[in-house]
């Protein structure tokens, strides 16, 4: 079956500018995940959609980030502002569950902030 | 502080040789320990899930193993493939509930593998 699948697979945009970066999930999947790859670094958790609980946004570097999931599926993690240290490859990962659930990766999206 | 530390950084070995990587963790409370093979441009894949109670795991050529009194794993590679080369990624997930099950990701050993 499909994988989860994110895009843009990269995206180039200039400094201040909002970018927004679409997840989509393997279906079924109720938790859903966002990471952030800096050059050079390990994976950050970024936050952490359950089913229909509160997300743990207790990642998040700053309120410039922030992500939706609709209808408990698809979900969206927006950056304003952006900032030149925003540069990084953004993964997302869903599984059937929390805990010892594997994690499925997606390809991410590289972001550069110019 | 949770933390996942690995070793190498990087390794270079001739394929077909045997390979160890090394990972020591900090997390506390521990739920389970992961290694994920990153190949470049892609995500990570998972090769290993192991529990507390659980000291080696096997997957074909892949095989790691966890220590928790130590708090050390190891994934080792047998008779490296040129498809080998990727970085391998330490990962253990918090048991605490509060933790919302967080992984703490080692920085990766970076394996290439030359014919």
């Known amino acids: 079956g499909a994988g989860v699948s994110q895009s843009p697979s990269n995206k180039v945009t200039e400094k201040g500018k909002d970018v927004e970066l679409r997840c989509d999930p393997i279906?079924?999947?109720?938790?859903l995940y966002w990471y952030r790859q800096s050059l050079g670094q390990g994976l950050e958790f970024l936050i952490y959609f359950q089913g229909n609980s509160a997300p743990d946004k207790s990642g998040l570097p700053s309120d410039r980030f922030s992500a939706e999931r609709t209808g408990g599926s698809v979900s969206t993690l927006t950056i304003q502002r952006t900032q030149q240290e925003d540069s990084a490859v953004y993964l997302c990962?869903?599984?059937?569950?929390?805990?010892?659930?594997?994690?499925?990766f997606g390809p991410g999206t590289r972001l550069t902030v110019t | 502080k949770n933390q996942v530390e690995q070793s190498p950084q990087s390794l270079i070995i001739l394929e077909g040789k045997n390979c160890t990587l090394q990972?020591?963790?900090?997390?506390?409370?521990?739920?389970?320990l992961r290694w994920y093979k990153q190949d470049t441009g892609r995500g990570p894949v998972s090769l290993t899930i192991?529990?507390?109670?659980?000291n080696t795991k096997s997957n074909g050529r892949y095989t790691a193993t966890l220590d928790a009194d130590t708090k050390q794993s190891s994934l080792h590679i047998t008779a490296s493939q040129l498809s080998d080369s990727a970085s391998y990624i330490c990962?253990?997930?918090?048991?605490?509930?509060?933790?919302?099950?967080?992984?703490?990701f080692g920085g990766g050993t970076r394996v290439l593998v030359k014919p």
């Open positions: 990962a869903s599984s059937t569950g929390t805990g010892g659930y594997e994690q499925y």
């Open positions: 279906s079924g999947h109720t938790a």
């Open positions: 990962v253990v997930s918090i048991g605490a509930k509060a933790a919302g099950n967080k992984l703490t």
């Open positions: 990972c020591n963790y900090t997390v506390s409370p521990f739920s389970n």
């Open positions: 192991m529990t507390f109670s659980e």
